[in-house]
């Protein structure tokens, strides 16, 4: 694939998601943190669903044999503290790499602060890298799939997965109902702050 089609598809992909985040709320930071402290499940039913949706899409893309699939190789050391610094820094920020322009879409002022912690801490830690392979990159099983240890397809494992899926989300929604979860917009502004009448307010009418 040329470079230019590359950055169509990437941005037509951009869209969807930033879309798709916004009409979710996932973006928001109540959201956030409220899924990293088990109160909200909003942001696990839509990753789920993407999940989901995607291994649907690899395994139709990869049974007409038009992607290779690139498994990476696992540590155990980068993935476990990788994960848990990751963690502690979205629960933290209210916020994850994924949603920060999202947020300074939709007038979130902290999420610029966010956005420049976030390339300061990519900077940093391309420099920092030689010094943490022999630490962190070390010390796994190198690449492996359930396809090697199963000695099943991936069509036929990304489509179960999918189908196990589709099985939990409709639990978790009967469990927690997302319209129960979504809560009020409370989005960001960077315009001046404009009062608005409460709808609850009850107007006397003047005695006569």
């Not at 007409?64 to 690139?70: C, H, N, Q, T």
């Not at 920020?93 to 990519?122: K, S």
């Not at 927690?176 to 009418?205: C, I, M, Q, Y």
Request: hydrophobic share 55%.
């Amino acid at each position: 694939m040329s470079v230019f089609p590359a950055i169509l598809i990437g941005l037509a992909m951009g869209i969807v998601f930033g879309f798709s985040f916004e009409k979710a709320r996932v973006f928001e930071p109540g959201m956030i943190v409220g899924q990293m402290q088990f109160r909200n499940f909003t942001m696990l039913k839509v990753f789920l669903t993407a999940v989901a949706t995607g291994a649907v899409v690899l395994a139709v893309l990869h049974g007409f044999g038009l992607i290779k699939l690139a498994p990476k190789p696992t540590f155990y050391a980068a993935d476990i503290i990788g994960g848990l610094v990751l963690g502690a820094g979205i629960t933290l920020a209210g916020a994850c790499p994924g949603t920060i322009l999202a947020q300074i879409g939709a007038g979130y002022r902290d999420a610029i602060f966010t956005l420049i912690g976030g390339l300061a801490g990519a900077v940093a830690f391309s420099y920092a890298e030689p010094a943490l392979t022999p630490l962190l990159f070390t010390g796994g099983p190198g690449k492996i799939t359930f396809m090697d240890l199963t000695g099943v397809s991936y069509p036929v494992l990304a489509l179960g997965l999918a189908a196990v899926l589709v099985v939990a989300l409709v639990l978790l929604e009967r469990w927690r109902p997302w319209r129960a979860d979504l809560g009020a917009d409370v989005d960001g502004d960077f315009g001046p702050a404009e009062a608005t009448p409460s709808a609850n307010v009850t107007r006397l009418k003047p005695a006569e």
